[in-house]
């Protein structure tokens, strides 16, 4: 799971049926630092399921719980999907640009 901010939406004339009626975003990780153990490729398209916009920041879950947030048993050609809208964070040190108007980004 890693924190991000939606900056695009994609739009697919032709899908898997199962992706049919899902809306697609693009998400930025906040922090693209290279670690070794856990590469992060970002952007990151992933299916929201709650309603983000562009300027929101998001959590992003991976795999299997991705799958599960869109709904049923969570068999769905997917990979990644917003499992939450955030609404403030505080992490310290932060750089400055990973704040951005919209919905959340008021500290």
């Known amino acids: ?10 739009w697919a004339t ?6 049919e009626g899902k809306r697609l975003l693009v998400i930025e990780a ?3 630092r290279d670690e070794p153990s856990a590469p992060m490729v970002t952007p990151v398209v992933a299916a929201d399921p709650i309603g983000a916009g562009v300027g929101e920041h998001v959590l992003v879950a991976f795999g299997k719980a991705a799958r599960v947030a869109c709904g049923g048993d969570g068999d769905y050609a997917l ?5 939450g809208i955030v ?6 040190d932060a750089p400055d640009h990973w704040r951005a108007a919209g919905r959340g980004a008021s500290c």
Request: charged content about 25%.
């Open 30 to 32: 906040l922090d693209q």
């Open 79 to 83: 990979e990644a999907a917003v499992v």
């Open 1 to 10: 799971m890693f924190l991000g901010r939606v900056i695009g939406e994609v």
């Open 87 to 92: 609404d403030d964070f505080q992490i310290p």
């Open 14 to 19: 032709r899908a898997m049926p199962d992706l």
